[in-house]
């Protein structure tokens, strides 16, 4: 886990990202203000559990944890992509859903954003690798090292949300 000891300052936004996912789950947390994003804290839940119900209270726990620890402001989850697999999708949404419902609970706004839309404000196209993405949020956050894939694909949509959130507002509009 990564983590930086910024204080929380009330014109900044917390923001908490989510890549949700039946094996590992990445979170990854950013400070917002004016243009700059500062990374606070990033990581892996491995999710494990003798079956269904018990994977998905293990991410739930872990982010109700997280959202304790870092108070964010916000919370956004990467969209379920469905490429070829169905039971798989199933299980991403599953996922997807227990950690929505940890932000829900904390009564976070929670937000969403497809995949594609993430690797596209990250990288500057939708079909950029995991590679990539990793390289580019350690670029953009000024870390020493590249974070774990799923911990880079949750800063990612932190980073994206922050990002677009601030050009809505600079045209008066919101989030829908």
Known sequence: MLESNLTHDAAVARILGIDPGSRVTGYG????????AVHVASGCIPVCGADLAGKLRVIYEAIITLVERHQPVEMVVEQVFVHRNA????????????????????????????????????????????EQVQHMIKVLLGLSQSPPADAADALGVALCHAHIGQTLRRR?????
Do not use: C, W
């Open 29 to 36: 947390i950013i400070d917002f203000t004016r243009n700059r």
């Open 87 to 130: 039971e798989s999708a199933l299980k991403l949404g599953q996922a997807r859903g227990a950690a929505v419902l940890a932000g829900a609970m904390r009564t976070l706004p929670v937000y969403e954003y497809a995949p594609r839309a993430i690797k596209q404000a990250i990288t500057g196209t939708g079909s950029a690798t995991k």
């Open 172 to 176: 008066g509009l919101t989030h829908r």
